[in-house]
């Protein structure tokens, strides 16, 4: 269940509150007797105690020590109060509470909505295919929240952005079964629908007339045909004349083709099509949102599958810009279709291009869950900002290299170029290949470590995690800001 945030301007003190503090004199003494601030003293002052639960007639206070920025610097402090938040879930789902208050007592909104974030990220769960979905499901519905300096407009914000992570895990983890490109291209049309963004979805005839060799050599082994969706959102006081496009890997099931994976690699390749999921989930919350900003959403869909007539090590591929590639490894695929997307992308004569995917097994490697690994070329400027607001959010940046030599890694004798660079820098040379086929400023972003987890990380939950949805709304925000102040 999704909760809902609002902004209340008084609290009750028989209901269930959290009150935040810093320190303990932030309590409200009109909320607590004296014994039991006594009793809060005496339990924060233990080691790495930071949370203190009361019992009342009929309801629970619960008080959270949130950091100061003295301790750490803001971007952790933020964090820090997402998973303070999140921590608190257990004690809501024990009492079977719907509604809390989350009461700020030291006056840091940032903080405060941070904490309420955490919580409703938190509460995500995918049990649609469970038969005991009522039992399990979170009853928590509503989270107040009451402080000073806390706006509408900021609660409404963050209810957007929540109600679009939700709506990304949600697709991550629908199974193939239930979700093949089709079937995401029309969940795509929804959300379009829903928060006004135009959007044509490409069927195969369309995608053959173009030529995109890539998604139709992907494609060739699935009985379901491949899709291509694009999605537009010019509002009428855009701050940019060229859109901003994105661009996401969209590929439903990867099974490697014939270059199979091993089983245990296969589990979770219904995840593969997170990078398609991120960036149309991001332009549904800018767009509901209303930022004013022109963004094209960009996404080729298919499976990958050993079947049929499917794409074989040693055949030579056309792409949409008449690259010839010289394919080495069919579970390179990502890269294949994403350069026919990437070459779209040029009729836009765009101001800039982020491409986001779960490309390569050496991305994750480098840097497992903990962050994405970036690289860009002729955007220098867009790659700082969009790393500062990766730490705002906590979803990082690691910078890769991006030189030229790595480019001879990926010549053929027989082609154009190779689909794959061979054992080394495998995260760099899929980057490498993809710029081959930009013209304009652009940024690559490989999210194959924290896009799906196995365990729980907080308030990231198991399955899908979303990663890419906050940090390309909150970049979008940010160029607005940078864009309005020239």
């Known amino acids: 269940m999704l909760p809902i945030i609002a902004k ?28 039991e601030i006594d009793y809060i003293t005496l339990r924060l002052a233990e080691k790495n105690l930071n949370t203190v639960i009361l019992n ?102 963050l209810n957007i952005l929540c109600k679009a992570v939700y709506t990304c895990r949600s697709l991550i983890n629908e199974p193939l079964s239930t979700l093949n490109a089709e079937k995401l291209s029309l969940d795509f049309e929804a959300m379009a629908v829903e928060a006004g963004i135009k959007i044509e979805i490409l069927n195969k005839q369309k995608i053959e007339a173009l030529k995109m060799g890539g998604l139709l050599a992907v494609n060739l082994g699935s009985i379901d045909p491949p899709t291509f969706s694009i999605l537009e959102y010019k509002p009428e006081n855009a701050v940019n004349a060229k859109p901003i496009v994105f661009v996401g890997k969209g590929v439903v099931y990867d099974t490697g083709g014939l270059s199979l994976k091993p089983s245990a690699s296969m589990e979770t390749m219904k995840c593969d099509m997170s990078g398609s999921a991120a960036v149309v989930s991001a332009l549904y919350a800018i767009a509901l949102a209303k930022l004013p900003v022109y963004i094209v959403a960009l996404a080729p869909a298919t499976d990958n599958r050993p079947d049929g007539n499917a794409y074989v090590p040693g055949d030579i591929i056309t792409m949409m810009d008449s690259t010839t590639v010289e394919v080495l490894n069919t579970d390179a695929e990502g890269r294949m279709i994403l350069a026919d997307a990437l070459t779209y992308a040029k009729k ?85 290949f993809l710029q081959h086929f930009t013209d304009y400023p652009y940024i690559h972003l490989d999210i194959a470590g924290p896009a799906f987890l196995e365990k729980r990380d907080s308030y990231r939950t198991s399955g899908g995690t979303g990663v890419g949805v906050r940090l390309l709304f909150d970049f979008v925000k940010e160029i607005a800001i940078q864009e309005i102040a020239g």
């Not at 008084?10 to 303990?24: A, D, G, H, P």
């Not at 909505?113 to 519905?141: P, T, W």
């Not at 836009?348 to 994750?364: F, K, N, Q, R």
């Open 348 to 432: 836009y004569d765009p101001m800039l291009v982020i491409d986001i995917a779960t490309l390569t097994g050496a991305a994750e490697a480098a840097l497992g869950k903990f962050g994405m690994a970036g690289m860009h070329n002729n955007a220098a400027t867009y790659f700082n900002t969009l790393v500062k607001c990766g730490f705002k959010v906590s979803e990082r940046i690691a910078e890769f290299p991006f030189w030229d030599d790595y480019e001879d890694l990926l010549k053929s004798e027989i082609a154009d170029m190779k689909n794959i660079g061979g054992r080394f820098a495998g995260a760099i040379t899929a980057g490498k």
């Open 56 to 157: 009342k007639l009929g309801h629970i206070a619960v008080v959270s020590r949130i950091p100061s920025a003295e301790e750490s610097d803001q971007n952790k402090v933020l964090e820090k109060c997402r998973k303070a938040g999140e921590s608190i879930l257990v004690v809501m789902k024990e009492q079977k509470i719907e509604s809390v208050c989350v009461v700020d007592c030291c006056i840091k909104q940032p903080e405060t909505l941070a904490f309420a974030e955490g919580m409703v990220l938190g509460n995500y769960q995918f049990l649609k295919y469970r038969k005991d979905r009522a039992e399990k499901e979170s009853l928590l519905k509503e989270i107040e929240v009451f402080g000073s300096g806390i706006d509408y407009e900021s609660i409404n914000e």
């Open 8 to 35: 209340t301007d008084n609290y009750k003190v028989e209901n269930t509150n959290i009150f935040l503090i810093s320190e303990i004199s932030d309590l409200p003494k009109s909320s607590f007797e004296a014994p």
